[in-house]
């Protein structure tokens, strides 16, 4: 098992409906997680990171982690079309140092 | 954040040259890495760029193929050896900063391509 998974898409989803984004990830990784928006041609931009159990909001993103279940989840209210973008989830590796692991991103198409 | 500049932003090469890139921050910060994204693909680890040390490569990266660079806390350089259209990909640095929290920011990526 990677430690992190992703649907690949793409998702599509009409203008102003809820996107939901989800992401499994395995015992290799720590409790620190990431969600990356990289629209094609750029580089990762930061939207959230979460650390808790529960729900985490910011403006119209929220992340929702589940440890139990091992999963990490992004909701994006009210979608627009300069959503549509590839979401990244990512995980800090156990073992320390820091380093990220990527799962292989959601492409996410809102459609008008 | 942390403003991250990467030199060059692209590039076209011919095989078995080398190009080194350059990740430029702003402020000093505690741990930069360094990133390649091949085509389509999702973002994997090459190394961690060690202040005046030797970085830490990730399995399937060598130093001989990509040697790093940290003379210090706002810079370091990637070089890319004896290329070959293998190596076409994204290349990126990020950057933590000296908060003491985990997350990463990116530079803008330099765009390799290897004829």
């Known amino acids: 098992q990677k430690e992190v998974e992703q649907n690949s898409g793409p998702l599509s989803v009409p203008e102003g409906a809820i996107a939901s984004l989800n992401c499994t990830y395995s015992d290799r990784v720590s409790q620190s997680f990431f969600w990356y928006r990289q629209y094609s041609g750029k580089s990762p931009e930061l939207i959230m990171s979460?650390?808790?159990?529960g729900d985490k909001e910011d403006g119209r993103f929220t992340a929702q982690l589940n440890k139990a279940s091992q999963y990490v989840s992004l909701l994006i209210r009210d979608s627009q079309p300069s959503d549509s973008a590839t979401y990244l989830c990512?995980?800090?590796?156990?073992?320390?140092?820091?380093?990220?692991?990527f799962g292989t991103g959601t492409q996410l198409k809102v459609e008008l | 954040s942390a403003v991250i500049s990467q030199k060059p932003s692209r590039d076209i090469c011919q095989r078995g040259t080398s190009l080194t890139i350059q990740c430029q921050v702003d402020s000093q910060v505690t741990m930069m890495f360094w990133y390649r994204q091949q085509p389509g693909q999702s973002l994997t680890l090459i190394a961690t760029a060690n202040q005046g040390s030797e970085a830490t490569y990730e399995s399937g990266f060598v130093i001989d193929k990509f040697p790093i660079s940290r003379p210090n806390l706002t810079f370091s350089t990637l070089t890319v050896s004896n290329m070959s259209p293998e190596d076409s990909s994204i290349y990126l640095c990020?950057?933590?900063?000296?908060?003491?929290?985990?997350?990463?920011?990116f530079g803008p990526g330099t765009r390799l391509t290897v004829l």
């Open positions: 979460i650390y808790s159990n």
């Open positions: 990020s950057v933590v900063g000296t908060s003491g929290g985990e997350t990463q920011y």
């Open positions: 990512a995980a800090i590796l156990t073992g320390g140092g820091n380093k990220l692991t």
